[in-house]
């Protein structure tokens, strides 16, 4: 079945750049997503990837896809204290972003 | 624009209680979704609405576990009778057709049973 790892948590110092790395199983994976969890909230889509492409870019954050390896990163440039919150990889294989499979959850703390 | 708006917050009950849990979607969102996120885990889809119809409960623990959008607007996530794995938040999401990559998350309803 598909499967999403992500290692637990990482943590870097205010102005770094943070790197969340995600691996998934399913080659069949079509989309890509990352989303961001607050305390006490929901999440947040931040980006999402299609399979097809290497990279994204959206300001501060960076995707990129490897799919031989079936690795996927997002890059946080200038991470910020407010970026602090658990992070999310998800993977789909349609359209339908409700059908996707989860990781854990990567815990981002970003220290002043 | 209100987001997705959920009650309650909180729910403390005992195993072999029933409760409820309510879900008001973005207007105009014709998909709704509820998950269930244990502690430490990522969220899993438990059922998915379009409008007032099912596109998918292959995941509802259906013996116990039940779903309604009546007038595919509001919808209400039911557990009869609970037991203790069950203790998780419960989000609710909605996406816009046409937009579903763009699912707007409620805030959650943390579940406890004890």
């Known amino acids: 079945g598909e499967d999403v790892e992500q290692s637990l948590f990482l943590s870097v110092r205010e102005g770094d750049s943070s790197v969340i790395n995600c691996t998934y199983t399913d080659s069949s994976s079509t989309y890509l997503y990352w989303y961001k969890q607050e305390p006490g909230a929901g999440l947040q889509l931040l980006t999402y990837i299609f399979s097809n492409m290497d990279m994204k870019q959206d300001q501060r954050l960076t995707v990129l896809l490897n799919k031989k390896d079936k690795h996927l990163s997002l890059r946080i440039a200038d991470t910020q204290t407010g970026d602090s919150a658990i992070y999310f990889c998800?993977?789909?294989?349609?359209?339908?972003?409700?059908?996707?499979?989860f990781g854990d959850g990567t815990t981002l703390t970003v220290k002043p | 624009e209100a987001g997705v708006a959920q009650s309650p917050r909180y729910k403390i009950i005992e195993k072999r209680q029933s409760v409820a849990f309510w879900c008001n979607p973005i207007?105009?969102?014709?998909?709704l979704y509820w998950y269930q996120q244990i502690l430490g885990q990522g969220p899993k889809l438990l059922i998915q609405f379009q409008n007032n119809g099912v596109v998918d409960d292959s995941q509802l623990p259906k013996d116990r576990f039940s779903a309604e959008r009546l007038k595919g607007v509001d919808s209400t996530l039911k557990i009869q009778p609970a037991k203790l794995e069950d203790s998780a938040v419960y989000l609710c999401?909605?996406?816009?057709?046409?937009?579903?990559?763009?699912?707007?998350f409620g805030p959650g309803t943390r579940l406890t049973v004890t």
């Open positions: 207007s105009g969102h014709a998909t």
């Open positions: 999401a909605s996406s816009s057709p046409g937009g579903s990559h763009e699912q707007y």
């Open positions: 998800a993977e789909s294989k349609n359209t339908n972003a409700g059908k996707s499979t």
